[in-house]
């Protein structure tokens, strides 16, 4: 796959699809082969070289130490006195989980954090990630974390046989959806066990669109 077959299945992607009252999410789809992941199963994390195009709500379960520091560069800040007035109400930890995209957390009150809020977290995918970045040490810049964090994308099948990821919006800068697209594709073939041998198609779709081989 190169740039130019991305090219001409992002036009024929526009060219099919309808035109909407909003930005539409571009979705890369990998269509696996020769795997069997229930047995193998495919989980790997990838940083976007570009945005994904919106912007996420992240929040940060922090110690004293970057507590000021997550205030100027969070969405919201927990700090560990507070995890005490969500232990008992399990009602405001979910509102909590439908609100934020990203939570990260620092190492040190990592513990205390899991205790808390682990359950609920972990039942909707969200818990802070260390193989993401979403742990991090006492004197971690937020900002660069924050940044990572809104460009990375997980893909992952353990029982299905095919990825699917968002890789940015419609409406983004053509080259740097290209990029970004490239970028997966290059990670797929490290993260997979046969690497190029184990993808069987490479599909393109918007939010409302039916896919789009790459040819």
């Known amino acids: 796959m190169d740039k130019n077959q991305i090219q001409k299945a992002l036009k024929s992607l526009?060219?099919?699809?309808?035109?909407r009252k909003f930005s539409q999410s571009v979705d890369l789809i990998i269509n696996l082969k020769n795997i069997n992941t229930k047995s193998q199963p495919v989980n790997f994390f990838v940083t976007l070289p570009k945005t994904k195009g919106r912007k996420l709500k992240v929040?940060?379960?922090?110690?004293?130490?970057?507590?000021?520091?997550?205030?100027?560069?969070l969405d919201l800040v927990i700090t560990q006195?507070?995890?005490?007035?969500y232990k008992s109400d399990p009602k405001k930890i979910k509102k909590l989980a439908e609100e934020y995209d990203i939570f990260i957390a620092q190492a040190t009150v990592m513990a205390k954090m899991a205790g808390t809020f682990?359950?609920?977290?972990?039942?909707?995918?969200?818990?802070?990630?260390?193989?993401m970045g979403g742990v991090v040490p006492p004197n971690?810049?937020?900002?660069q974390t924050r940044d990572k964090l809104e460009r990375t994308v997980r893909l992952t099948a353990k029982k299905a046989t095919n990825l699917q990821v968002l890789v940015g919006k419609e409406s983004m800068d053509e080259?740097?959806?290209?990029?970004?697209i490239m970028t997966v594709y290059k990670a797929a073939i490290q993260s997979l066990p046969s690497g190029e041998q184990n993808i069987?198609?490479?599909?393109?779709?918007?939010?409302?669109?039916?896919p789009v081989t790459i040819e």
Not at 14 to 19: L, N, Q
Not at 118 to 127: A, F, H, S, V
Not at 175 to 180: K, Q, T, Y
């Open 14 to 19: 526009k060219e099919a699809s309808k035109e």
């Open 140 to 143: 971690a810049n937020l900002e």
């Open 81 to 85: 006195l507070e995890f005490a007035s």
């Open 175 to 180: 080259a740097d959806l290209i990029e970004n």
């Open 118 to 131: 682990g359950k609920i977290l972990g039942m909707k995918g969200k818990m802070p990630n260390p193989k």
């Open 200 to 210: 069987k198609k490479i599909q393109l779709k918007f939010t409302m669109s039916k």
């Open 59 to 73: 929040a940060g379960f922090l110690g004293q130490e970057l507590a000021d520091q997550g205030k100027s560069v």
